[in-house]
């Protein structure tokens, strides 16, 4: 089955079911009478290029296919589809642990979006995460990845994945690319792990060189995206595969937790393998329902990311020139301006994260709760990509998997608020709620001492 399932092209565009034994089909006539696929320019016109599925009954969504089992008209069909030689591309389904058209077709516009062959979508950010990690390295090797990493990830590196699997990692600075260069051993480290824009210190990466590294060892990337989506297009500038928690902005909606694996169709069709793919057999399925939801809510991903990002821009430029000690890569002194200037797709920002550093955890828990309880400038909640701001202390929440070493080598200082900047209200709305709150913050004695 394994190699039979990868001789089956499963990410080409589906085609309504065929009699089975009609050897006569018209997969070519179909791609000669097809225009030529366009080149992948930008993540907005790549979704708008991709193939529009449409509702079984001519509707303008399509239908969700909500069968945990498909039937077949012939009992040989069965076993053709486990011998491979059936299978997706002809609209042929087993069960939805291994292929489900909804999700598939949810994974098209993954794969669109992030430019890649191929894309499936797991039930959350963290079993992509695993999923992918223990398809591409096994007992005895090595990972290198970056010390500044969401605390998840973090924590599944440093604990998890060496004491389950004898799978070790070696964090480095992924900023000095000699050092992580001199820590990728050849034939012994299997993946370069790295986030595009870091969770929470909003450090870029710079994945064109750093993939070049990793290539020249023979090793994979892989870049979880989830803070820069349509900001940033890893596989474009060089990385293998892309992670994403869609669970933040893909989403949108904090109601649902989800994940994609993007990449090489190979690479997501071994994923599927029944006896050696992590999808197969670890089981982390994406319901259809789900996958449907999702799917309606990409072609605003675009138009939400731009207004997340141009509200953070606006609000860190006016945080600056209060004189608070912000950081956001789309301020011209953020040591990653440039860089980020240089890969990022044009015309959607820098990012809908700004990181505010209020010294000591105390003073950043008070801001936090004037902010919302006083002003209602924003929610005190983790995650990100919600349409209202959340905000949390880093150190203390998301990246509290990290010892005090640990964050302090991940630049994680102890009163670093982060920030999801929402885009509900007006901007001078919540900029008013913001300034009100930071007033008040300053006034001598709320609080005891400030
Ligand atoms: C950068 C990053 N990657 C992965 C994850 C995990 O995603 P999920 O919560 O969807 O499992 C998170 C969650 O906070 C995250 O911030």
């Known amino acids: 089955m394994a190699e039979a399932i990868q001789n089956t092209n499963v ?23 097809l225009p030529t696929k366009p080149t992948w320019e930008d993540p907005v016109m790549a979704l708008a290029n991709a193939r529009h599925e449409f509702g079984e009954h001519g509707g303008v969504n399509m239908s969700i296919e909500a069968s945990a089992t498909f039937t077949v008209m012939e009992p040989e069909t069965l076993s053709r589809m486990f011998a491979g030689e059936l299978g997706p591309d002809r609209d042929f389904f087993i069960y939805s642990r ?11 516009q993954m794969a ?57 990692t070696t964090f480095v600075d992924i900023r000095d690319l000699e050092k992580t260069k001199e820590a990728i051993v050849e034939g012994r480290t299997k993946v370069l792990y790295f986030e595009s824009m870091s969770n929470p210190t909003l450090t870029v ?17 892989v870049v979880d995206n989830t803070f820069a989506p349509m900001v940033v297009s890893p596989a474009r500038l ?75 821009l606006v609000y860190a430029q006016r945080m600056k020139k ?23 797709n044009k015309d959607y920002g820098y990012g809908g994260m700004i990181c505010l550093d209020m010294g000591t955890e105390a003073k950043a828990n008070k801001l936090m709760n004037l902010l919302q309880n006083y002003t209602q400038f924003g929610l005190m909640a983790v995650s990100l990509g919600y349409y209202e701001t959340l905000m949390s202390c880093s150190g203390s929440s998301t990246s509290s998997e990290l010892n005090e070493e640990e964050q302090a080598l991940a630049g994680i200082s102890p009163g670093l608020v982060r920030m999801s900047i929402g885009y509900s209200g007006t901007l001078e709305q919540r900029w008013g709620q913001f300034e009100k709150a930071l007033s008040r913050l300053q006034e001598p004695g709320l609080f005891g001492k400030n």
Do not use: W
């Open 98 to 108: 291994h292929f489900n058209p909804t999700v598939l077709n949810l994974g098209r």
């Open 238 to 312: 060089g990385a293998d595969v892309v992670i994403h928690s869609i669970s933040k902005y893909i989403s949108g909606g904090a109601d649902i937790i989800a994940g994609a694996v993007c990449g090489p169709a190979s690479l997501l069709n071994s994923l599927m393998d029944l006896h050696q793919g992590a999808f197969m057999l670890l089981g982390p399925t994406m319901n259809a329902k789900v996958a449907f939801e999702l799917s309606e809510r990409i072609p605003h991903l675009g138009l939400r990311v731009k207004e997340h990002c141009h509200r953070a």
């Open 112 to 168: 669109a979006l992030e430019g890649t062959e191929a894309a499936y979508c797991t039930s959350s950010g963290m079993s992509a995460i695993s999923s992918i990690l223990l398809q591409l390295v096994s007992s005895g090797e090595n990972i290198v990845a970056s010390q500044t990493l969401y605390g998840g990830t973090h924590a599944l590196l440093t604990h998890f994945l060496p004491r389950s699997s004898n799978i070790t």
């Open 205 to 221: 990466a710079n994945i064109p060189e750093l993939s070049r590294i990793a290539h020249e060892k023979g090793v994979m990337v």
């Open 11 to 33: 990410f080409s565009s589906s085609k309504k079911r065929m009699n089975p034994d009609d050897s006569n089909r018209d997969d070519d006539i179909i791609a000669k009478k």
């Open 322 to 344: 209060m004189g608070l000690k912000v950081i956001y890569p789309g301020l011209e002194d953020h040591p990653d301006h440039l860089l980020l200037k240089s890969i990022s």
